[in-house]
């Protein structure tokens, strides 16, 4: 299965036909070795959450700590609803398909070529979320009292006052996610990237809240803020 190449990147023969990905070519023969090791392994039965998370490991790391420069988020100690709901929204293609949404859709690509069905994202998303949590230091500038308020006062109610998200009302864990991610998550969001679909029901919500903060500098604090978080706990 030798990995064709074309002006986009580098495309592979997966279970569920081409799998196109944009990757850097350092990266591109341990994402290769990791996704035919695992296909070959695999074979017609079904795989278990573990053996499929090889595969995502390419680009989220081999602790789910998330890789910043491939711009993959930590996901080790997400919640299980919300993992698999993300990861049907980017099969569907209810993420991950607006034209400017070049990250997402690299994770659409993988979501598609490597989870065969709703079997294997639930075993993925099983495994992913008992994994434990890590934390990413990226370097940011905020003020921490700015961040503090516009946080406690227009996300906390949901994402819980430390960050620690609350599945009852379907938002995520935001603490542990790397700087860079969140506020192209924020922007997504508030650009209609992300959330905008009307089936997306939860993106939608979060799409509304997207349009609270009046400008970039709130946004920078009101991460910043989040970020300072420690994801374990
Ligand atoms: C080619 C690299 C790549 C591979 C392989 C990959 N991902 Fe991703 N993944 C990404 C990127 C990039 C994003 C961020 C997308 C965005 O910015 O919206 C992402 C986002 C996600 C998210 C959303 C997280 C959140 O907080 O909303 C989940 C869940 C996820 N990936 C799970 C997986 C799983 C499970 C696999 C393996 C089946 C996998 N990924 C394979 C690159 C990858
Ligand atoms: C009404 C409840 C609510 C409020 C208030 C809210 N959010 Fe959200 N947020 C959500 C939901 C629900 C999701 C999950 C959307 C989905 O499933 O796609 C989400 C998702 C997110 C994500 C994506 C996380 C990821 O892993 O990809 C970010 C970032 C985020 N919210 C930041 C914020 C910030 C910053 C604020 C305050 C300005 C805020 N949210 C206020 C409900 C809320």
């Known amino acids: 299965m030798p990995p ?8 592979f023969q997966a ?30 039965s079904a795989a278990t959450g573990q053996q499929l998370y090889a595969i995502c490991a390419a680009c989220h790391g081999a602790r789910a700590e998330g890789n910043p420069g491939l711009g993959a988020p930590a996901l080790a ?3 299980v609803t919300y993992l698999q709901r993300q990861l049907l929204n980017f099969r569907s293609g209810l993420r991950g398909s607006h034209k400017d949404d070049t990250y997402g859709a690299q994770m659409r690509a993988a979501s598609q070529a490597v989870l065969r069905d709703e079997k294997a994202i639930a075993a993925v998303a099983t495994y992913i979320a008992a994994l434990p949590r890590t934390d990413v230091k990226s ?5 921490a009292r700015n961040g503090n308020n516009l946080y406690q006062g227009k996300c906390g109610a949901c994402h819980g ?7 009852a ?8 996610l790397d700087v860079a991610y969140l506020k192209r998550q924020h922007r997504n969001f508030g650009k209609g990237l992300r959330g905008a679909q009307p089936q997306d029901r939860y993106g939608k919500q ?11 500098r709130e946004l920078d604090d009101v991460i910043g803020y989040i970020h300072a978080f420690e994801a374990a706990r």
Request: hydrophobic share 45%; glycine share 14%; proline share 4%.
């Open 161 to 167: 006052g430390q960050a620690e998200g609350n599945e």
């Open 15 to 44: 279970p569920t036909g081409e799998f196109e990905v944009l990757m850097r070519p350092s990266w591109m023969s341990r994402f290769a070795a990791g996704l035919m090791a695992c296909l070959v392994g695999i074979g017609a």
């Open 206 to 216: 979060m799409a509304l809240m997207a349009t609270m903060l009046a400008s970039e």
């Open 77 to 79: 100690g997400q919640q």
């Open 4 to 11: 064709a190449t074309s002006k986009r990147g580098v495309g």
């Open 139 to 143: 370097a940011s500038k905020f003020d």
């Open 169 to 176: 009302l379907s938002a995520p864990r935001l603490a542990g």
